[in-house]
Every structure is written in structure tokens, then in C-alpha cells.
């Protein structure tokens, strides 16, 4: 097997200095995911400001795949807008998907495209997509926060 | 129909053997052997097994105990044959006590299920006690048990050896323990449990013993009377049997006690609209159409072990982790999870290697051509009792070679230099 299909050297080098890692202050939100299949977790905080992403941090057990995988979204997705990263989150999940069919598109994925090797392995996806589900639920969390806050904000002014 | 052939060994050639299993000769990953490590997980399939699967539904299929003509009699004798040899095969006095299910999971679900209500169900106050090396099979049933019905569960610990800590076993078993339920050998530790002992202490108190063998009835000559025990389960997939076919053995004066657990066709003695009365044994426990070609093929499966005898595959497989052990424990950075010595010992080797990553040793191992588990092989709290989220299992059978053992200690090696 052509094991560098998997492991690019961009994964092998997030893998051994990945990026952004160790769990921050502030943040919006914290959310833990697990992959039931082998025991891999991440906790993953979220900082949102406005319509941008100012923090991700996270902390995690898990493979070099996984460890990669989230070092490359925190990449991406920092200082960002949410909307940008929702985009990288939609073509990186079509990727994992694709069985290896898929030509990533570079310009959003960036780094991220050394991956489209992991999508030939069925057992290696859940790995990759581990930090990026995290980050879609924090994500999601800190939004609906921050509405219910700006709700809670117009109820004082009326 | 015709008798399975019978492979006969007269001493044990490990080469003569693996010729009967067609996948052994697979190459994989741009043409290297195959090195099949993980056995614990599911065994291979010689060709005496396979021949019977094909023959059955070539000839002989037809549903069973319900078809008045040729193949259904044929059918039907194929079934219940496979039944008489289970039961010889662990020493059950009667083929009516063995039970075909789908799997280990479904026998151990069974049970459980069955103690939840009736004369003998348990209830708030009662103590189920478990250990922490169970397979998540014998954990969840006794969970879900025991919130059905009020009753506590409760478990034996592990040292830092992997062996159960029996130091408080007078009062982790005590007057309101009704059940007893154990793995006979760990599939994470290999640990070999001593039944008798924990037996014994059970039924002074009047509790009822479940093992669980799905690990050991195909690696060790197993004589549920010998053992002292009222309830096994194991399943057919790790011993050389097809997938879908499961067992559960049970004395008969406790089963026909119990309640039925699913409802159905074959189950009933009679039905009208407002309730029904049960078959008796085995039938009771068995509704619908049973996985019948996989029972014959388990038949012969029984057949395949005993002509070469229970006692040489023992043997061989404490060769072989004897083998594998001294070589493992040599390489470094290497931590097993369990006994390091072959001493009351199954061949699941469980391990750690360094820094990096089960699934990604695993990933370079299949590389080579050699397949591993890497995970928590359902066993997540033995995990955590050792510290670690997940391990790289290598686990043997009767057709392992110390070659095999050795490509395996290079691979580790070649992982280790990848990730270094």
C-alpha cells in the first residue's frame, strides 16, 4: 500500500508540531466529542467575535490523523469569518466523503487537502472529521448564545 | 446428507493446516502475504467449513422443524446435528440446553433479558456483580438489567498485572448477589479467569454464574460441568464457524425456569388471541427461522477443531503467545496491557508503542500486510483501569506461525521509525 497517500508530510508535520493546540481563555463555548469507535476525544472551546472567529483551542487524544486534522481546521478557521469556515467545514466533510474521487479545491481547504488520501480508508475518516464536528457543534452552540443574548439585549431596551 | 470431512493431524503441522484456509494464501497491498493477527476479532474459515455452507444451500436448504417434505427433513437433521455436537463439544449433558442465537452479544442479552422479570427476577436490593475486564457485551446487559429492575451492579477491579483482584471477593459476593457474570479469557488482557474459585463462592450464596467464553471455547478444551458453572456464551465466528451464529448454554432446570425472552413462531406450544403457552427446550428460546446453514456450518466447524483436537490447539496457541510475548516485550517501548508471562494466559496481546498512535501502528503494520485491532476492542474501562484510551491488539490462532509473529515485531519497528 502506498502508506504517503495517507500520510503526507504536511500531516506528519501538523501531527508532530500541531498548531493552536492547549485550551484557551475566553471562549463562548467548550464541547467535548468522542469517537466511540476507538476512544478518541477532543475538548474544543470556541471564541467568537461579531461574525468572526477569534480563538479556537482544543485538546485531544487521539491519532496522528486526528491530531493533524484539528491542527489544519484551527488553521483555517481562526481570525476568519464563521461563514468562510462553515465553507472550509462543508468542502472538507465532501472530501472525507469522497473515497478518494474527490480534487479538493486548494483555495478554501489550503493545508487541508493533504487529507484527500485519508478518504481511501473507511476506518481513518471519523479520525479527520473528529476536531472538525466539534467545531461545527461549538460553533453553532456560540451562535445561538450570542442571539439569545442580543434577544436578551432588545428585551432590556424596549 | 454426507458427513463433513474430518481434518485429521496426527502431531501438530501448522503449515499442513493453514492449507485448509483459502484466505491465508491472500496477498494484499501491492502483493505482500497476508499476516492475519487478528483472530480474537474473528477467526478464518477453512475449506471443510466453507465446502458444508456451500453444500447446505446447494442441496439441503430448506426452513426447518415446519417442512413436511425431503430437504425440510434434511434441513432439520443438519440443524439439530450441529446442536448434538455444540453440546459434546463443552461437555453439556443434554443438546436441549444449547441455544443457537446470533452471536455472544444475543446469548448474554438473552439472559440478562430473562432475569428482569418472573419468579426469578430481580429486584431492588439484589447485586449483579461484574468484573472490569468484561467485553462492553458483558457490561451493557447487566447495566440495562439492572436499571430495568432496581437492582445494583457491582464489579471485581484489576491489578496492576491484569488479573481480577480478588482480595474483597466474600463481600463483592455476598447474600444479595444473584448473579455472577465473567469473561473466562479477556479479550484485551488474555487473562484466564479461575471459574471454579469465583464459582464456588457464587453459589454459597446462591447466585447464579454466567461466563462468558467467546475467547476461550476456541482456543481451550472447555467442559461446562468441569467448570461448575450455569450459563456460558460464545459464539461461532472465532471458531473457524460463519458469522450470524452465536451459543448459549444454560442447565436445563434454570433455563426451563426462566421466562422466554423474544416471541414468535417456534417458540409456542399454543397460541390464542389473549396468551400463549412456551415450547420447551430448546425451541422456547429460539423464535423465528434460526441462522440455519450457519449452524450446519458451525457443525462442521466443531467437527474441523475436534479432529485436530482441543488439546493441540491449546497447546499451540501458548506456544505461539509464549513466543510472542518474549519477542514483543523485547522491543522498545513496548507496554502490554495484561500478563507478560504465558501463564494462565489466552494469545490477545494488547499493547501500547511509545508515543504513537494504535491506529496509526495499525495503519503501517497494514501497510505490511499484517492485520491488527487498534482501539478500545469494546473494552473501553480495561482501557481506562491502564491509563491509555486504546491499544494495538495482536491475537493468534491454530494457523499462526512464529513467522508471522516475527514480520509483526519488524513492522512495530518500521512504525515506530515512521512516526519517530
Given amino acids: 500500500m502506498q502508506l504517503e497517500s495517507m500520510y503526507q508530510e504536511i500531516i506528519l508535520d501538523h501531527y508532530r508540531t500541531p498548531h493552536h493546540k492547549g485550551l484557551r481563555e475566553p471562549f463562548d463555548v467548550e464541547v467535548h466529542h468522542v469517537n466511540p469507535t476507538c476512544g478518541d476525544e477532543i475538548t474544543l472551546r470556541v471564541k467568537l467575535d461579531g461574525s468572526t472567529v477569534s480563538d479556537v483551542s482544543y485538546d485531544s487524544l ?5 491530531q493533524a486534522s484539528a491542527s489544519v481546521l484551527t488553521d483555517l478557521v481562526i481570525g476568519r469569518d464563521i461563514d468562510a469556515g462553515l465553507t472550509a467545514h462543508r468542502e472538507f466533510v465532501a ?8 480534487v479538493p479545491d486548494e483555495e478554501i481547504l489550503e493545508d487541508a487537502v493533504a487529507f484527500a488520501g485519508v478518504s481511501k480508508y473507511p476506518a481513518r475518516v471519523k479520525c479527520a472529521l473528529l476536531s472538525w464536528m466539534a467545531w461545527k457543534d461549538a460553533t453553532a452552540q456560540a451562535q445561538e448564545h450570542s442571539t439569545m443574548s442580543e434577544g436578551d439585549n432588545d428585551d432590556r431596551d424596549s | 446428507m454426507s458427513q463433513p470431512p474430518v481434518a485429521t493431524h496426527a502431531a501438530y503441522d501448522v503449515e499442513l493446516l493453514r492449507k485448509d484456509f483459502p484466505i491465508l494464501e491472500r496477498r494484499v497491498h501491492d502483493n505482500q502475504p497476508l499476516v492475519y493477527l487478528d483472530s480474537a476479532n474473528t477467526s478464518q474459515k477453512p475449506r471443510q467449513v466453507l465446502d458444508v455452507l456451500t453444500e447446505f444451500y446447494e442441496q439441503h436448504n430448506s426452513n ?3 417442512a413436511t417434505h425431503a430437504l425440510g427433513e434434511e434441513a432439520t437433521e443438519a440443524y439439530e446435528s450441529a446442536r448434538m455436537k455444540v453440546a459434546s463439544f463443552i461437555g453439556a449433558p443434554s443438546a436441549d440446553e444449547i441455544i443457537f442465537t446470533k ?4 446469548a448474554l442479552n438473552l439472559i440478562a433479558n430473562v432475569l428482569a422479570w418472573g419468579e426469578r427476577g ?5 447485586e449483579v456483580v461484574i468484573t472490569e475486564m468484561e467485553h462492553h457485551s458483558n457490561i451493557v446487559p447487566w447495566q440495562l438489567l439492572c436499571e430495568r429492575t432496581g437492582a445494583t451492579l457491582r464489579w471485581f477491579g484489576v491489578t496492576d498485572d491484569g ?10 459476593i455476598n447474600e444479595h448477589t444473584k448473579v455472577v457474570s465473567f469473561v473466562h479469557v479477556s479479550n484485551v488482557l488474555g487473562t484466564l479467569n479461575p471459574v471454579a474459585l469465583i464459582a464456588a463462592r457464587a453459589h454459597a450464596v446462591g447466585a447464579i454464574v454466567v461466563l462468558d467464553a467467546s475467547q476461550s471455547v476456541p482456543q481451550l478444551p472447555v467442559d461446562v460441568q468441569e467448570l461448575g458453572i450455569d450459563v456460558v456464551a460464545f459464539t461461532g465466528h472465532k471458531m473457524c464457524g460463519p458469522t450470524g451464529i452465536g451459543m448459549l448454554w444454560g442447565r436445563r432446570e434454570l433455563l426451563e425456569a426462566l421466562p422466554p425472552f423474544l416471541g414468535g413462531g417456534e417458540m409456542i406450544e399454543t397460541v390464542t388471541m389473549e396468551r400463549s403457552t412456551y415450547a420447551g427446550l430448546p425451541h422456547k428460546y429460539e423464535a423465528g427461522t434460526p441462522p440455519i446453514a450457519e449452524a450446519v456450518a458451525l457443525g462442521a466447524a466443531v ?8 488439546d493441540a490447539v491449546a497447546a499451540h496457541e501458548r506456544e505461539i503467545t509464549a513466543y510472542a510475548l518474549s519477542a514483543l516485550t523485547e ?3 513496548l507496554r502490554v496491557l495484561g500478563p507478560t508471562e504465558p501463564v494462565d494466559r489466552g494469545g490477545a496481546i494488547s499493547f501500547t508503542l511509545g508515543s504513537v498512535h494504535p491506529h496509526d501502528v495499525a495503519q503501517i503494520l497494514d501497510g505490511h500486510g499484517i492485520a491488527v485491532r487498534a482501539g478500545h476492542h469494546c473494552g473501553r474501562p480495561i482501557h481506562r483501569r491502564f491509563g491509555v484510551a486504546a491499544s494495538t491488539r495482536a491475537s493468534f490462532y491454530l494457523y499462526t506461525t512464529t513467522s508471522e509473529i516475527d514480520a509483526l515485531v519488524a513492522g512495530l519497528d518500521k512504525a515506530k521509525r515512521f512516526f519517530g
Avoid: F
Avoid at chain 1, 472530501?95 to 474527490?102: D, I, K, P, V, Y
Avoid at chain 2, 430481580?122 to 439484589?126: H, M, S
Avoid at chain 2, 488479573?163 to 463483592?172: A, F, G, K
Fill in chain 1, 62 to 66: 487521539g491519532c496522528s490523523i486526528s
Fill in chain 1, 95 to 102: 472530501l472525507m466523503q469522497s473515497r478518494g474521487e474527490a
Fill in chain 2, 64 to 66: 426447518i422443524h415446519r
Fill in chain 2, 103 to 106: 452471536n455472544s452479544s444475543e
Fill in chain 2, 122 to 126: 430481580l429486584k431492588p436490593g439484589d
Fill in chain 2, 163 to 172: 488479573r481480577l483482584d480478588l482480595s474483597d471477593i466474600d463481600t463483592l
Fill in chain 2, 303 to 310: 467437527d474441523y477443531l475436534t479432529g485436530i483436537g482441543m
Fill in chain 2, 331 to 333: 522491543v522498545p517501548e
